[in-house]
């Protein structure tokens, strides 16, 4: 099993596919690596020597944001929204839609289940 950016990729899939199970990096950032590097994007993580397992590695290391510090990096962006008390910072902080979705009906993804009113029947 290959582990590259802190993540055990699957052995058994083509490289650009498992190269997605890596935060921060999608399907044509995965291809991108393996033109850059030369690996042919056919060939499954199984198939793979050490040396281009490395030379992946390395290249993600370089030119990428992956992972922890990826995730770190948005939580901070979040928390400096949350800081301004802008719009989109309040809606965070409320744990609401952030990007002008309709909260009258549905939203119920970001509000969680529905609670029901007391006295309100028929």
């Known amino acids: 099993m290959a582990r590259i950016a802190g993540v055990n990729i699957p052995t058994g899939k083509r490289i650009p ?5 890596i ?25 793979l020597s050490d040396a281009e397992v490395l030379s992946i590695r390395e290249h993600i290391d370089q030119n990428f944001t992956v992972e922890g510090d990826l995730r770190r990096e948005v939580q901070m ?13 309040l809606r965070h902080r409320r744990n609401l839609p952030v990007r002008g979705q309709r909260t009258h009906t549905n939203a119920r993804t970001r509000k969680g289940p529905a609670k029901p009113i007391a006295g309100k029947k028929k």
């Open 17 to 21: 596919i498992a190269l997605t199970y």
């Open 77 to 89: 962006n979040i928390k400096r929204l949350m800081d301004l008390g802008c719009y989109r910072g």
């Open 23 to 47: 935060h921060g990096i999608g399907q044509s950032a995965a291809r991108t690596i393996c033109e850059t590097v030369g690996v042919d994007p056919a060939k499954r993580v199984n198939e």
